[in-house]
């Protein structure tokens, strides 16, 4: 993976104005981005919270939190006198997924939950599309949504995907779990999906899918799996986290219909 300072210099020429003030804010000072405070980095810059938020997405990291870390261990691993010899243990990927799962703040929009929610409880049917591990995400959601009272269908059969494509419309909701679509399968199906209007919601840990446009909501949760010394980790985890924050706005939003409906 290219260190986080050569990207900059390679996503320059694309970048906007606020992003080149940064830039060259990071190029001049890298380590400013791993001991400076977010709120003196804004102050300095002269920027936002969601301006190093767009920054560092604009990169292809989830978030400022995973480019921050990035540019730590780049710059650590640059230096032979102070890289320690990195022991693998139960605890240190336990304190990992605990680091990860801190990020997922980043990405974890209340308003775009509750959008989500609101585009559930307002549909016909639920479709939720996975392939590979991605899959193992998209059925425990079915499941967890089954025990809330919830009919859905998860389904990682692309001929069966390809099917609902042609059928669902606006009334409908189709919920994509997708690491990085490296077949470009979901780029055909959503598609398919739009022409009839149908909603889609793509969970996913690739900020710059195809596909991205055509999705009502696009969450991108940050990538474990990317990390160079804990490679073998799974990014699974951090989608059925993700997926837990879904469902609670659901229930939430659901609890207060029913209220409404009872008075």
């Not at 993976?1 to 210099?9: E, S, T, V």
């Not at 609101?118 to 939720?128: A, G, P, V």
């Not at 909501?217 to 490679?231: G, L, T």
Request: hydrophobic share 35%; net charge negative; glycine share 4%.
């Amino acid at each position: 993976m290219p260190n986080p300072l050569d990207r900059i210099q390679s996503y320059f020429p694309d970048f906007t104005k606020t992003d080149k003030e940064l830039a060259v804010y990071f190029i001049n000072n890298p380590r400013n981005a791993i001991t400076t405070p977010i709120s003196d980095i804004v102050k300095e810059t002269k920027t936002s919270k969601a301006a190093l938020s767009r920054f560092a997405q604009k990169l292809g990291y989830s978030g400022f939190s995973e480019f921050r870390y990035d540019v730590s261990r780049s710059l650590i691993g640059g230096d032979e006198d102070i890289v320690e010899e990195k022991k693998i243990t139960a605890g240190s990927i336990i304190d990992k997924y605990i680091e990860y799962i801190g990020q997922l703040k980043e990405v974890s929009s209340q308003p775009q939950l509750e959008h989500i929610a609101e585009m559930f409880l307002s549909s016909n049917r639920i479709k939720i599309f996975g392939m590979n591990r991605s899959f193992n995400s998209a059925l425990q959601f079915k499941q967890r949504l089954a025990r809330m009272g919830f009919d859905s269908e998860a389904t990682s059969d692309t001929v069966v995907m390809t099917d609902c494509a042609g059928i669902l419309n606006a009334s409908d909701l189709v919920f994509i779990y997708t690491t990085t679509d490296n077949t470009k399968t979901f780029a055909n199906i959503t598609k398919e999906l739009k022409t009839h209007g149908c909603k889609i919601v793509c969970i996913t840990a690739n900020q710059n899918l195809s596909f991205k446009k055509l999705c009502d909501e696009f969450v991108v949760v940050p990538r474990i799996s990317r990390d160079s010394y804990f490679s073998f980790l799974d990014d699974q985890p951090l989608f059925m986290i993700y997926s837990e924050l879904m469902l609670e706005a659901i229930a939430r939003q659901s609890n207060l219909k029913q209220e409404e409906e009872q008075k």
